[in-house]
């Protein structure tokens, strides 16, 4: 028995061992993208563009003869000659691209494309480069830096979007594209990032890869490990080696959709101008913690207006989905469709409110700035560090302010709390944690009310046309 049991646990051991040994030899297998590559990879183009350029000015040195009447005469006659006569010359650009229908609809990215006056389009299969395809732009948006093209076509291979919103730092991820020319070259690495903001635009959302990108990928597919589209590749890092960014399936599909269906992408509009809510912000409104977007201002007879929301408010949630900060409600926002139902939650007087509106749709030219700069001209006082006067109905038609209520800043102390808020004199104070003020002396009265309550204010200012909050902590000077 003795025998039997000894060769019973040695055996057990064996097999633990065994185990245990298969495990790290499949730890250590390396991932094999052979599969995934050889069924992904027809369906990557190669883009090539081609733009006509002429000389736009004259050359170098001669608007130093430029100042009489006469002589500008003559110069402009000589310009126009001089455009009019330019030879003509071709610039051309390398990008990437991936089908998406067996018709032959293709997106990559709007800057491979634009201003092009011919877009050509090589597939994997074409043997010989020269028999490329004429491709139409169906559609573009500048906003996301997505494009969709169109070849003719049948039974061609294509790819299918998978989830970003699935992926997880540290999943494997390929790259297919031509950089440099180089077409159809694979990169593989992992997911570094989600959620990068690269400062390209109001609705950054970017995946950030390892996987190597360089100039010629762009617009090109991010394939998860099932040969899933789960990004566009679409920018790197200057000064940085294995640092790409790709704009992310979630994004590009209702996009790309739009596109295909109206040649144009509709975005959601709630008529606010917002800014982000920092520490100081969030001390002044009582809020537990910075985060949201603070409403500058309502634009009058939009959705927001209509439904009660308010200057001073924190939108704090859309739809049950809570607001980081401003760039995140932008892409809430854009995502939802205009003549949807939303709910509006905000931050008002110490609570949370909501408020129902119907989403409106975005048009750009609905934003300005208008106004000029002014200078110093008073010495200023008082606890902030400011001189003011009320506002006059000269100032209302001539910095275009919302109301007759206010107060113009004449003056900022150098050093004072209102210059380290970032005051500067031209700007109208509209009201001190959202209650008008029109004298020094009510402006005086809400300053040490908020000194005594919560040792911070907030200002709403407006400033060439533009209305924004600047929080002051009134427990960093006396």
């Not at 139409?136 to 294509?158: F, H, M, Q, R």
């Not at 005594?452 to 960093?476: M, S, Y």
Request: proline residues 4%; hydrophobic residues 40%.
């Amino acid at each position: 028995m003795r025998v039997n049991q000894r060769f019973a646990v040695f055996s057990a051991l064996v097999l633990i061992l065994v185990a245990a040994m298969s495990s790290l030899a499949l730890a250590a297998a390396p991932v094999d993208f052979r599969a995934l590559v050889k069924a992904a990879g027809p369906a990557v183009v190669n883009i090539n563009t081609e733009r006509v350029m002429k000389e736009r000015s004259l050359p170098p040195g001669f608007d130093m003869f430029r100042g009489h009447p006469d002589v500008d005469r003559f110069f402009d006659q000589f310009e126009n000659f001089y455009r009019e006569n330019q030879r003509s010359r071709k610039s051309s650009s390398l990008g990437s691209g991936f089908i998406i229908s067996p018709d032959g609809y293709i997106v990559t990215n709007n800057h491979v494309i634009e201003g092009a006056d011919t877009i050509r389009v090589t597939l994997a299969s074409t043997k010989n480069k020269d028999e490329s395809l004429a491709a139409e732009v169906v559609g573009a948006d500048p906003d996301t830096d997505l494009a969709l093209l169109k070849i003719k076509g049948s039974n061609l291979p294509y790819l299918i979007f998978g989830s970003s919103d699935a992926l997880e730092v540290g999943e494997w991820v390929v790259a297919i594209g031509s950089p440099l020319g180089l077409d159809h070259t694979v990169t593989a690495g992992i997911i570094s990032a989600k959620g990068r903001n690269i400062q390209s635009g109001s609705y950054d959302d970017f995946l950030q890869t390892d996987a190597s990108i360089n100039r010629g990928n762009s617009g090109g597919p991010l394939l998860n490990m099932d040969g899933q589209v789960v990004g566009i590749n679409t920018a790197i890092a200057q000064r940085a080696q294995g640092i790409g960014f790709a704009i992310p399936s979630s994004l590009a599909q209702r996009i790309i959709t739009d596109l295909k269906d109206h040649k144009k992408v509709s975005r959601g509009w709630l008529g606010v101008t917002i800014q982000n809510v920092d520490s100081a912000t969030a001390k002044a409104l009582g809020m537990k913690e910075a985060a949201g977007a603070l409403v500058s201002s309502v634009l009058p007879g939009q959705p927001a207006d209509k439904a009660g929301v308010k200057g001073g408010d924190v939108i704090v949630s859309i739809n049950d989905t809570r607001i980081e900060d401003t760039e995140h409600l932008l892409r809430q926002v854009a995502l939802l469709p205009p003549g949807s139902k939303a709910d509006v939650t905000v931050w008002r007087d110490g609570k949370e409110e909501t408020f129902s509106l119907t989403v409106a749709e975005r048009d750009i030219k609905q934003a300005g700035i208008k106004g000029g700069d002014m200078k110093n001209q008073n010495a200023p006082s008082g606890r902030l560090g400011v001189k003011v006067r009320p506002i006059t109905a000269e100032d209302v038609k001539r910095f275009d302010l919302p109301g007759s209520s206010g107060l113009f800043v004449a003056g900022v102390a150098e050093g004072g709390l209102a210059e380290g808020a970032g005051i500067q004199p031209g700007d109208v104070i509209l009201a001190v944690n959202r209650k008008t003020v029109n004298s020094e002396e009510e402006l005086s009265s809400l300053v040490n009310e908020a000194a005594k309550n919560r040792g911070a204010l907030l200002l709403q200012v407006v400033r060439r046309g533009q209305v924004f909050f600047r929080p002051i902590d009134l427990t960093e000077k006396k």
